[in-house]
């Protein structure tokens, strides 16, 4: 079974950038689609930005123009670059893979999840 260990997050003031990073165990981000996701307390989960095995990409509307995902085939790495950060943007990011692609991350439920990174934007 494949692990993806998330890391980067941190406290950071409103209108600041951080840099996610989505590890794999395994070299499968070849082929498989990687989302990131974050959950703030007392909301559901919810798909932010998300990443094909051939590069195309999606947002959330609530981060289009600030976020942008990418990824590094030979480091098994998948990135969330965060600007322009909100308050609103504080929540636990997570990264979840798919092998049946862009869409088949927005389902949320039945995944397994790793410990996630916090993300705190305050003043």
């Known amino acids: 079974q494949v692990q993806l260990v998330e890391s980067g997050g941190g406290l950071v003031q409103p209108g600041g950038s951080l840099r996610l990073s989505c590890g794999a165990s395994?070299?499968?981000?070849?082929?498989?689609?990687v989302g990131w996701y974050r959950q703030a307390p007392g909301k559901q989960r919810e798909l932010v930005a998300g990443i094909s095995d051939k590069g195309s990409t999606n947002y959330a509307d609530s981060v289009k123009g600030r976020f942008t995902v990418s990824r590094d085939n030979a480091k098994n790495t998948v990135y969330l670059q965060m600007n322009g950060l909100k308050p609103e943007d504080t929540a636990a990011y997570y990264c979840?893979?798919?092998?049946?692609?862009?869409?088949?991350?927005?389902?949320?439920?039945?995944?397994?999840w790793g410990q996630g990174t916090q993300v705190t934007v305050s003043s």
């Open positions: 395994k070299n499968i981000f070849r082929i498989y689609a």
């Open positions: 979840n893979a798919d092998l049946l692609g862009l869409r088949a991350l927005e389902n949320i439920s039945g995944r397994i």
